[in-house]
């Protein structure tokens, strides 16, 4: 099973400002997947990232409040722009899995806007 | 429109009892269906899936499901709870033929009692 790591864990961060979450899987992946999970929510697609092409964004997501990179096939990055406490919740990458539409998490970043 | 509703926020089984939990799905046609469990500070990692066949699933750590098309449900079981399964589980759908689309419940959190 490929296995992900994010940073930070976790991060307080002030209104305004903007933070960028790292996404490191151990294997090579065609896509990987951005979520939030808002506190008491269910998991929320954000967008899909692609290496080597822009990422494709949910609706009701934007590319200019949540920015996506995918320098290559191991690892991504969201920002989460211009905070607001609105975007307190925990975000998470996952990857492929090898059976049918399976998907790998990896452990979260909670953020806190305050 | 699609959705997929766990009716139990939270539920408390003893060590050593049965465990039931609910799912239940809206979907134009029978879609993937998966249970996934996060513990606390971890990713989410499946447990089960379907999406042919026998209709009755085994998945990891003793569980099961039995995905009912009549009920559109998915409910997951396990005949006796350890300590450790203590955690929250999100039951999830994906269209049908596959793809990456899924749809998460808001997730059920298992206490579990010595």
């Known amino acids: 099973s490929a296995v992900i790591s994010q940073k930070p864990s976790r991060d307080i961060c002030q209104r305004g400002t903007s933070l960028t979450i790292q996404c490191q899987v151990d294997?090579?992946?065609?896509?990987m997947f951005w979520y939030r999970q808002q506190p008491g929510q269910s998991l929320t697609l954000i967008a899909t990232?692609?290496?080597?092409?822009?990422?494709?964004?949910e609706s009701g997501f934007v590319i200019d409040k949540f920015p996506i990179s995918r320098p290559n096939l191991t690892f991504s990055t969201l920002t989460v722009s211009n905070m607001s406490p609105e975007d307190s919740s925990i975000y998470l990458c996952?990857?492929?899995?090898?059976?049918?539409?399976?998907?790998?998490f990896g452990p979260g970043t909670r953020l806190t806007v305050t | 429109a699609q959705s997929v509703t766990q009716p139990d926020i939270h539920i408390t089984v003893s060590e050593g009892a049965s465990l039931e939990l609910r799912c239940n799905y809206s979907y134009g046609a029978t879609p993937y269906l998966f249970w996934y469990v996060q513990s606390p500070g971890q990713g989410l990692q499946l447990l089960l899936k379907?999406?042919?066949?026998?209709?009755l699933v085994q998945g990891i750590k003793g569980f099961e499901a039995e995905f009912k098309r009549s009920q559109s449900s998915f409910n997951l079981r396990k005949p006796s709870v350890h300590w450790s399964d203590a955690a929250e589980y999100f039951c999830a759908v994906g269209p049908p033929g596959g793809g990456f689309k899924t749809i998460f419940g808001a997730g059920t959190r298992l206490f579990v009692k010595a």
């Open positions: 990232a692609n290496q080597g092409s822009e990422a494709t964004y």
């Open positions: 294997s090579q992946v065609t896509m």
């Open positions: 379907y999406f042919s066949g026998d209709t």
């Open positions: 996952s990857v492929p899995g090898p059976g049918a539409y399976e998907q790998y």
